[in-house]
């Protein structure tokens, strides 16, 4: 079972001093963060919204780095285009309030040290997930195991709610009836304000919403799916019917498709990059293969499509699956400072995604899929 829970902006009151300088926070400074988060939110339950003194993360950071903010489907909740589930500082002081800490960035283990580097102005920004164990009772989005997995997570980080929780692909033996009926429940018990799927496919949402509809419980808004340019046909075929048709919207995921597209496997595999890991393994015999050599020559050529619009190829690939419509936030993966800076700068070269453009892409990639759209035309 996998439950990953996002947090984004809750409108907390920023305090006097310059939190921008601030690269450590004390357990003290945490603890008591920890304490006003707990107070705020509360109230935020309780009125719905602040006064306009207070400063939103969106009229404080947004407008200093270009952050564009979305709906979640077709849900009241915005998020930031760009979200991250490492490296939280660094995001939120460029206008990020999404992240994400599935527990496969973690080994399956308790993230735990995320608020850590938060000061008291972002710790509502943390996010962490609970890992289900590997007994055959402690697997699947059984009703206990979402609520007991969600309570676990909200008293471990000593907060009162979040926003969204994603549930992992169901198994088998688990009715949907009971997984949206629990879903429903942590939301009505003021647990969590929306529900989301991650890796489920169009028939699965679809049935979640159906079973919803026949017995008045919540839907879920948001899909996680894997997209970037060599991964298109679930965000572009399957997900715009559902978002049409049941306000099911898109977060992405990977879209530097686990580093491939960055262009640092051009001449091979490096000792220090993810592909020379045993773990993956998998990656190393994909980028080798055959498809993965026709992948980097399509690479070199948006390169010169990059160059062309200012960009890094990374930059490209990140504003790219931003210029679709239907993704309402795309989750980054960095591991330094510098590749997170690099990433955000995607939202600059936005505005250059201009229909021309993206014919160009689409022309070297020669994988655009074909809609329902395309064959009325």
């Given at each position: ?11 907390l009151k920023r305090g006097n001093g310059d939190h921008s300088k601030q690269s450590t926070t004390s357990p003290n400074v945490v603890n008591q963060a920890r304490a006003k988060f707990r107070t705020v939110a509360i109230i935020a339950r309780s009125f719905g919204s602040f006064t306009p ?88 989005l059984s009703r206990k195991h979402i609520i007991e997995g969600l309570k676990g997570s909200l008293q471990r980080l000593q907060m009162e709610y979040v926003d969204v929780v994603f549930a992992n692909r169901p198994d088998s033996n688990t009715p949907m009836e009971e997984i949206v009926r ?196």
């Amino acid at each position: 079972m996998q439950v990953s829970i996002a947090c984004t902006d809750h409108n907390l009151k920023r305090g006097n001093g310059d939190h921008s300088k601030q690269s450590t926070t004390s357990p003290n400074v945490v603890n008591q963060a920890r304490a006003k988060f707990r107070t705020v939110a509360i109230i935020a339950r309780s009125f719905g919204s602040f006064t306009p003194r207070h400063i939103s993360l969106k009229e404080s950071t947004g407008k200093h780095t270009g952050m564009k903010y979305r709906n979640l489907g077709k849900s009241g909740l915005r998020v930031s285009c760009l979200g991250l589930e490492q490296l939280m500082t660094i995001a939120y002081e460029s206008g990020v309030n999404l992240f994400d800490t599935a527990e496969v960035y973690a080994g399956g283990r308790w993230v735990s040290h995320k608020p850590v580097c938060l000061n008291e102005a972002q710790l509502q920004q943390s996010a962490l997930s609970y890992a289900g164990g590997q007994a055959e009772t402690e697997r699947g989005l059984s009703r206990k195991h979402i609520i007991e997995g969600l309570k676990g997570s909200l008293q471990r980080l000593q907060m009162e709610y979040v926003d969204v929780v994603f549930a992992n692909r169901p198994d088998s033996n688990t009715p949907m009836e009971e997984i949206v009926r629990a879903m429903t429940y942590v939301i009505n018990q003021g647990m969590v304000m929306y529900w989301g799927t991650s890796r489920w496919t169009a028939m699965e949402i679809m049935e979640a919403y159906s079973v919803a509809r026949q017995f008045n419980l919540i839907p879920p808004v948001c899909e996680q799916a894997e997209y970037h340019l060599f991964q298109r046909e679930k965000v572009e075929v399957q997900l715009p019917e559902l978002y049409h048709k049941i306000g099911v919207g898109a977060m992405t995921w990977s879209p530097l498709a686990c580093g491939i597209i960055t262009g640092k496997y051009e001449n091979g595999i490096p000792e220090a990059s993810r592909a020379s890991m045993k773990s993956y393994q998998w990656l190393k015999e994909k980028i080798v293969s055959e498809d993965g050599r026709k992948q980097q020559a399509k690479l070199k050529e948006l390169n010169h499509i990059a160059e062309k619009l200012g960009c890094t190829l990374p930059q490209l690939a990140v504003a790219w699956c931003l210029r679709n419509e239907g993704v309402s936030s795309v989750l980054l993966g960095t591991s330094n400072p510098d590749q997170l800076t690099e990433n955000l700068g995607a939202i600059q070269i936005l505005p250059k995604m201009t229909s021309h453009v993206v014919s160009d892409i689409d022309h070297i990639l020669g994988n655009r899929p074909c809609t329902k759209k395309d064959y009325r035309s």
